[in-house]
């Protein structure tokens, strides 16, 4: 059903769509009786409970940042059965993103570019929104994730102001928090993962979180586009800290998984993250190359390229904790959620 669906909401823009897809939903979501419809019972089967973190999760299937930016969709994610969703990424100041288009989807290879450039409300409007939403909804079940960056305009000696203020504003409306230093589409972001830059934030982060009366877990998101160097360095680095986990990965800048797409199409989209499908291997690898180094001691959440219950599988073989969603959810709809529970379930 939901790919003759997709077929008519792929006629139109990507952001157009989305923005249509979830209000429908909210819509149908506050009409009495069709929330117990529309959430999967099997989302909240006992076998799928999993704590990690010191976080008890409903179950291990969450939604990535970048599809709720503004917290507006929590009670709706929840509907659809997600044991968690990452809102964000969240700067100090609102801020409009780069010019659109900036989000192009690519059928043949189930996969997206994005060069959204951290579009979102704000901090404080978000830890508002957040801090209403734990007030007056029922589905606090939702873990939530908070996921942190620098506004574009910020240079990166004083981003660690940035990721500061992001973290005190929404300590008290997240249960966890990630690091977003990866992300291809702010200008000289990526630079922030070099050692003594990436040891500078988290340092400081982990220091103001270790003086609260309760710590939230705090974990980094990474691009897939390091060498095994300098993941290693990466990695050593969350160890010393002693970071609670890694979400690997975020978008990758590489092109080489659009095999049958003509040159002249990839340089006409231009600049972006690619996600989906072509990002799937090597996410396993980042993921699988975390978990032997650390013999499994850093929590890992995978995500890239998960489009059903075999690509779960492949990540938790390789070492995963907890998975997320993005590109899988646009095309495969709604659903996704019940049947990579169904999977679980049924091969647990």
Excluded at 28 to 38: C, E, F, H, M, N
Aim: with cysteine.
């Amino acid at each position: 059903m939901y790919q003759v669906v997709r077929k008519i909401l792929f006629w139109f823009p990507p952001e157009v769509v989305h923005h249509f897809s979830m209000s429908s939903l909210g819509f149908a979501d506050k009409i009495p009786g069709v929330s117990r419809l529309l959430r999967p019972g099997v989302c909240l089967d006992p076998q799928l409970k999993k704590e990690v973190f010191g976080l008890e999760f409903t179950n291990p299937v969450g939604l990535g940042a970048g599809f709720d930016k503004n917290a507006l969709y929590l009670d709706e994610l929840a509907t659809l059965g997600f044991g968690f969703a990452e809102i964000g990424t969240v700067t100090p100041l609102p801020q409009q993103g780069n010019e659109k288009p900036r989000l192009f989807r690519i059928p043949e290879h189930k996969a997206i570019i994005n060069r959204m450039g951290f579009n979102n409300d704000g901090v404080k409007v978000v830890a508002g929104r957040l801090r209403h939403w734990r007030i007056g909804s029922k589905r606090r079940q939702l873990i939530i994730g908070g996921n942190i960056g620098k506004n574009k305009a910020t240079p990166n000696e004083d981003a660690w102001k940035d990721y500061e203020l992001c973290f005190r504003e929404l300590f008290d409306s997240v249960d966890y928090f990630v690091i977003n230093v990866s992300s291809p589409n702010t200008p000289g972001l990526r630079e922030l993962q070099e050692k003594e830059s990436l040891h500078k934030i988290l340092s400081h982060l982990q220091t103001i979180n270790k003086n609260k009366a309760t710590p939230k877990p705090l974990l980094l998101k990474i691009a897939p586009d390091l060498s095994n160097f300098q993941l290693d360095e990466v990695i050593d680095l969350c160890m010393e800290i002693g970071l609670d986990g890694i979400v690997a990965t975020n978008t990758t800048i590489s092109r080489d998984g659009l095999f049958s797409l003509p040159e002249e199409t990839i340089k006409e989209i231009g600049a972006g993250g690619l996600s989906g499908k072509p990002l799937m291997q090597r996410s396993t690898e980042v993921v699988r190359h975390i978990h032997d180094k650390t013999g499994g001691k850093m929590p890992v959440i995978a995500s890239g390229g998960i489009f059903g219950y075999a690509d779960v599988k492949e990540k938790l073989a390789a070492g995963a904790s907890l998975v997320q969603v993005w590109t899988g959810f646009i095309y495969e709809g709604p659903g996704i959620v019940r049947h990579i529970c169904e999977g679980l379930i049924k091969n647990n």
